[in-house]
């Protein structure tokens, strides 16, 4: 059997810590959107504080108030969007058995993909290009489809050179993307708003 027949087999799930991990992380990290619109709102106003602190009323109360109002706003919507996604969350996790509900049974061999979710016992067809992205880290390996279908390849569950296959066939397919951590959005996120509050202090 050459190497592009060959079959890699594993089962995927996830425990409840983990599943908040990676369900936090395909909401903040596959795609950008989000935490960009965020970090806008938080730098917006953090500088927009900063700065009406900095002047004061110089310009009338009236439009000291205004500029503080702006400045919470900017602060508060975003902060509101992530309190809603986290009970939202809770929720999710306390109505499902997350372990029993993420485990999906996953054949590669070749070109074809088949995923059986376990728990209703639905079988789904694909082939590579329907993936819309393979991101590597070292605990696991994480594929998503182009019908948002997610499942892991966790690296106690395959083998080595099995992972290196993986990833392999992801690099030929044009659709291995680089694996950025949730801690590494926050960091970049802190960091810009940061900037922001020292930007309008500075002006």
């Given amino acids: 059997m050459g190497e592009s027949r060959k079959t890699v087999e594993f089962m995927s799930s996830l ?14 990290c596959r795609k950008m959107i989000l935490p960009v619109l965020l970090t806008i709102m938080y730098a917006y ?11 004061g009323n110089t310009y009338g109360m009236s439009q000291f108030v205004v500029s503080i109002s702006f400045a919470l706003l900017g602060l508060i919507m975003p902060t509101i969007v992530l309190i809603m996604n986290e009970k939202r969350m809770r ?8 372990p029993e509900d993420t485990r999906k049974f996953i054949r590669m061999a070749g070109d074809e993909i088949s995923l059986l979710r376990m728990k209703i016992n639905e ?12 991101y590597p880290f070292p605990e696991r390996v994480i594929f998503s ?4 279908q997610i499942f892991m390849a966790d690296s106690d569950r395959i083998s080595e050179e099995d992972r290196a296959y993986l990833l392999k066939r992801a690099e030929e397919t044009h659709v291995l993307k680089k694996a950025v951590r949730i801690h590494t959005v926050i960091l970049a996120g802190g960091v810009i708003t940061a900037a922001a509050a020292v930007l309008g202090w500075l002006l």
């Fill in 15 to 28: 425990e409840e810590r983990s599943y908040k991990k990676v369900a936090y992380w395909n909401l903040f």
């Fill in 45 to 55: 106003g953090a500088f927009s504080l900063v700065h009406a602190l900095k002047i």
């Fill in 91 to 98: 929720k999710e996790m306390k109505s499902h058995n997350i």
């Fill in 123 to 134: 079988m789904l067809e694909y082939k590579w290009n329907d993936v819309e992205g393979v």
């Fill in 145 to 148: 489809m182009k019908d948002k």
